[in-house]
Antibody, heavy 119, light 107 residues
């Protein structure tokens, strides 16, 4: 059974930093692209970032480019996103999402971790 | 970026009703469209992939159709547990984009 468990969320001040982690199990982690998607309270889904199966390629939405860094450790079956220069508008539940055979097709989602940016 | 226009934004229907949601892409995305169900406080769950393929374990009352720019999602006979918000999502190209969501209420 595919399991994705996010951690690292919490309350952070504007301008601060936070690193989210996603521990994966139930599939061959190193074979699949992975993604982060976020959802602000009461709002829709917003795509954040992607990383290729071997970590060699990355993609960022314009809203986070230059502030967020996605990475992965295939030896630990773990996905990360380092978030810096955080803004109030980054407040959201952050989901770790696995791709299917198509690298952009999102199939399994973690339960999410809440990041709140506030003073 | 590919824009996904989903409608309606909300709808209310009775148990047993047939429910239809539409999604239009701003450019041709071939078959690269998913439909998700998100229940309150939960993560999205994939229901339909490649526009019309039912994900394993998903009830057959859910279906999808379309290709190119116009897509449809249907619940053939609404059940109480279908209370949720439904999203379309294109994966033809990055950035992946989502429709605005359809909040489905049970009368």
């Amino acid at each position: 059974e595919v399991q994705l468990v996010e951690s690292g969320g919490g309350l952070v001040q504007p301008g601060g930093s936070l690193r989210l982690s996603c521990s994966a199990s139930g599939f061959t982690f190193s074979s699949f692209a992975m993604h982060w998607v976020r959802q602000a309270p009461g709002k829709g889904l917003e795509y954040v970032s992607a990383i290729g199966s071997n970590g060699g390629s990355t993609y960022y939405a314009d809203s986070v480019k230059g502030r967020f860094t996605i990475s992965r450790d295939n030896s630990k079956n773990t996905l990360y996103v380092q978030m810096s220069s955080l803004r109030a508008e980054d407040t959201a539940v952050y989901y770790c999402v696995k791709s299917s055979g198509h690298p952009y097709n999102l199939d399994y989602w973690g339960q999410g971790t809440l990041v709140t940016v506030s003073s | 970026d590919i824009q996904m226009t989903q409608s309606p934004s909300s709808l209310s229907a009775s148990v047993g009703d047939r429910v239809t949601i539409t999604c239009q892409a701003s450019q041709d995305i071939s078959k690269y469209l998913n439909w998700y169900q998100q229940k309150p406080g939960k993560a999205p769950k994939l229901l339909i992939y490649d526009a019309s393929n039912l994900e394993t374990g998903v009830p057959s009352r859910f279906s999808g159709s379309g290709s190119g720019t116009d897509f449809t999602f249907t619940i053939s006979s609404l059940q109480p547990e279908d209370l949720a918000t439904y999203y379309c999502q294109q994966y033809d190209n990055l950035p992946i984009t989502f429709g605005q969501g359809t909040r489905l209420e049970i009368k």
